[in-house]
């Protein structure tokens, strides 16, 4: 029997805030692990939905930074405001330049120079009080010292009242040098802070180039009185994110609801039909900081406009027995979100998702105040909700609808790539897990004979579901619909709109998982699709996960093991490495959807499959308990 470990005073440690941030830093910047977020890129032009991945950590250094120039800028108002953010995100360098007024370099009460009090001294602040203006970011005290301790190097030279201050910080402020301090122009004001943060604390300090230049606009769209500079690219909005969201719209229909409160301010814009999306999507800004995983805020948002949209046409659904749902309302919206909130509460220091304060009464109090204009400016839109409602009813009421629907389904599901070759057996539809992918095989592809299908989640465990219950799906409908499947019924192949169903999924665990429920759902219903005795129609794509270029020449490996064997063959060839499929270069998509190019392997039943997704889906966990057990010995 093992003894009880000893424990006395001597295990109880006190660290130095320092030695804390740099043991702990995810209690202060947030997550510390490589994540994928799906994140509006904004081109000159257009809106795209990428899969980006980052540590939230790295870039929330980054933030921390420049939210200090924006909360300085938030002070000021008579002069032209100035950010400029000259940085290498491949190796964590960046300098963050305001023309402010510069941090005061008065002595500080401690006795130190203030500049050094207030970027290396943790709980150093301005914004301490509850009664600061709208739209302040800071609010802890801890941001810059956070980032100067995980820093290998860390320099800020200010421009105020005709002097230039300059002060070195070395390995996480452990050093700090002397301030020194000479003459500047009279008239030359603001702050520059510049650092390198430290490989030693971060698994990857490296952030996308794309990521940090889409900071950069969003800086300027919700901040129309700035100027933002990224690496001498210049971004000014004098409309800010209206005149970004007009110019994403082009020609479809938005509408801009507003808030003007002493604690809130801001505005809403709804998008119609902007983005192949089958569910709503929110981009929120609060105080300038974009909030990667929602809050509060956008929740309140939809529950008011989805359940304002449903009392204004249910009378019209009751006449064909119909009611309207969420499910009806919630396709190809997109909102965005610019607010300025008093005293904003968030989960976490990393400020990505609002927890507080409540909004549900002003919202409300907002779309109904405004909900006559918006009626009177979208009802094509709101005819289309109630068409989608009436439409599904009828699916759910009678079978012989869902078979004459069935016919023309195809052309009408949400977020489908079509293929155009009216012999559909030589088609091919890629079933892709973001819409990044999608995006690349949309310009990589034979329009004539490549389909293509974005899931933007995993889809349900379908085991034991009836037709019904399935069809209630919004993602699997419209999947099933797009390939000419309809559940309860059997596979005519000559009758599919496809003569192949890829299912193209990273080669990762959520990609595996992905995979695993699609097939589930194929075989439960129609496992026809998979009898080995005919032609196989389910296939799963094998995208590379290293590719070598020269010139011309491409080679693709599956597996990275594969090519460190034979690597040394291959000097003076360019070596990518691909993350997923939404990382790929358009020129290796180009390859593998070529006819020359074997990337596809077929799924057939090979006799276990019923009891593989039985041990894998069914209710009855225990003999799925006993494998996992068995498989980990």
Not at 14 to 20: A, M
Request: charge should be neutral.
């Amino acid at each position: 029997m093992a003894k009880d470990k000893q424990y006395t005073g001597s295990d109880i440690k006190v660290l130095t805030d320092n030695q804390h941030v740099r043991l702990r830093t995810q209690v202060y910047l947030g997550n510390t692990h490589i994540t994928s977020y799906t994140i509006p890129i904004l081109a000159a032009d257009r809106l795209l939905l990428k899969d980006v991945e980052f540590i939230p950590a790295v870039y929330k250094a980054v933030g921390e930074i420049i939210d200090n120039s924006l909360d300085e800028f938030s002070q000021i108002s008579s002069k032209v405001k100035l950010l400029k953010i000259d940085a290498d995100p491949s190796i964590g360098k960046y300098t963050i330049t305001d023309n402010g007024r510069g941090i005061p370099i008065d002595k500080h009460p401690s006795g130190k120079y203030t500049p050094e009090v207030a970027l290396s001294s943790m709980k150093a602040g301005r914004n301490f009080t509850d009664d600061k203006e709208v739209g302040v970011i800071g609010q802890n005290g801890v941001g810059s010292a956070c980032v100067n301790y995980c820093s290998t190097d860390f320099e800020v030279t200010i421009h105020r009242d005709g002097k230039r201050y300059f002060q070195k910080f070395v390995d996480g402020a452990t050093k700090i040098s002397t301030p020194k301090i000479s003459s500047s122009a009279a008239s030359k004001t603001g702050t520059e802070v510049s650092f390198q943060l430290d490989p030693a604390i971060f698994k990857s300090v490296e952030l996308p180039e794309e990521l940090i230049r889409n900071r950069a606009m969003e800086i300027a769209m919700t901040n129309p009185d700035v100027t933002v500079e990224y690496n001498g690219e210049r971004f000014r909005f004098k409309k800010g994110l209206e005149e970004v969201v007009s110019t994403i719209a082009g020609k479809n229909p938005f509408y801009k609801f507003s808030l003007n409160e002493d604690h809130v301010q801001g505005d809403f814009f709804v998008v119609f039909n902007a983005l192949e999306s089958i569910d709503e999507m929110m981009f929120t800004w609060v105080n300038s900081s974009m909030l990667f995983d929602g809050g509060k805020c956008n929740t309140q948002f939809f529950n008011a406009f989805f359940d304002a949209t449903i009392n204004q046409l249910q009378r019209e659904a009751k006449k064909t027995k119909s009611t309207v749902t969420r499910n009806d309302v919630r396709q190809n919206i997109v909102v965005f979100a610019n607010l300025r909130i008093k005293n904003p509460e968030y989960d976490s220091q990393a400020k990505t998702r609002l927890t507080g304060p409540d909004l549900r009464k002003e919202i409300n109090v907002m779309i109904e105040r405004e909900w006559k204009s918006f009626v009177r400016k979208n009802g094509d839109w709101l005819s289309a909700v109630l068409e989608r409602a009436t439409e599904r009813h009828h699916i759910q009421e009678n079978k012989k609808a869902i078979d004459e629907h069935q016919k023309t389904m195809r052309k009408r599901v949400v977020g489908l790539l079509d293929a155009t070759s009216k012999m559909r057996s030589e088609c091919q539809l890629l079933i892709t897990e973001g819409l990044s992918a999608k995006s690349q095989i949309s310009e990589a592809r034979n329009p004539r004979t490549t389909g293509a299908f974005a899931l933007t989640g995993k889809i349900n465990n379908v085991y034991g579901n009836t037709p019904a219950q399935v069809l209630k799906m919004g993602k699997v409908t419209d999947l099933l619909s797009a390939i000419g499947l309809t559940p309860g019924k059997k596979v005519v192949r000559s009758s599919l709109n496809y003569g192949k169903i890829v299912i193209a999924t990273d080669a990762d665990y959520d990609g595996d998982d992905i995979f695993t429920l699609l097939i589930n759902l194929l075989y439960h219903f129609w496992p026809e699709l998979f009898d080995k005795n005919y032609e196989p129609i389910v296939y799963r794509l094998i995208a590379p996960n290293v590719c070598l270029v020269k010139g011309k020449q491409r080679l693709h490996f599956a597996r990275r093991s594969d090519y460190e064997r034979v690597k040394e063959k291959y000097k003076g060839w360019e070596t990518r490495y691909y993350k997923g499929l939404g990382s790929m270069h358009m020129d290796d998509w180009e390859m593998i959807l070529s006819d020359e190019h074997d990337t596809l392997i077929p799924i057939v039943d090979d006799g276990k499959m019923v009891e593989t997704l039985k041990l894998l889906f069914s209710d009855d966990s225990e003999p799925r308990k006993a494998w996992l057990t068995t498989d980990t010995q």
